[in-house]
Nanobody
Framework: VQLQASGGGLVQAGDSLRLTCAAS????????VAWYRQAPGKEREWVTE???????EYADSVKGRFTISRDNAKNTVYLQMNSLKPEDTAVYYC????????????WGKGTQVTVSS
């Protein structure tokens, strides 16, 4: 499985962005997919995840502002980010797992999101 994240950019606080994670491989649709982010000088952190059946989970820092969704027909997962804050600035990565809650097995290259105040 190969993953490619896109959609990052430079926006102002309060703006929205939608990130896309495009995947190759039929089995992608049977995998949990997550978004992580890493800000300069900080450790990578988990942001959100979508499981088989559409169950979603979010970090408290993004709950109510970010929405993860997937389109299995397109082998794509989206991250809609609203009400962006400067502290959301980071490189965002999508990742997929062979098994839920057992760690991520596949990682894509990140996409930079920069939120100015």
């Amino acid at each position: 499985v190969q993953l490619q994240a896109s959609g990052g950019g430079l926006v102002q606080a309060g703006d929205s962005l939608r990130l896309t994670c495009a995947a190759s491989g039929y089995i992608f649709r049977s995998m949990p997919v997550a978004w992580y982010r890493q800000a300069p000088g900080k450790e990578r952190e988990w942001v959100t995840e979508i499981f088989i059946g559409g169950i979603t989970e979010y970090a408290d820092s993004v709950k109510g502002r970010f929405t993860i969704s997937r389109d299995n027909a397109k082998n794509t997962v989206y991250l809609q980010m609203n009400s962006l804050k400067p502290e959301d600035t980071a490189v965002y990565y999508c990742a997929a797992a062979k098994k839920a809650r057992a760690g991520m097995d596949y990682w894509g290259k990140g996409t930079q999101v920069t939120v100015s105040s």
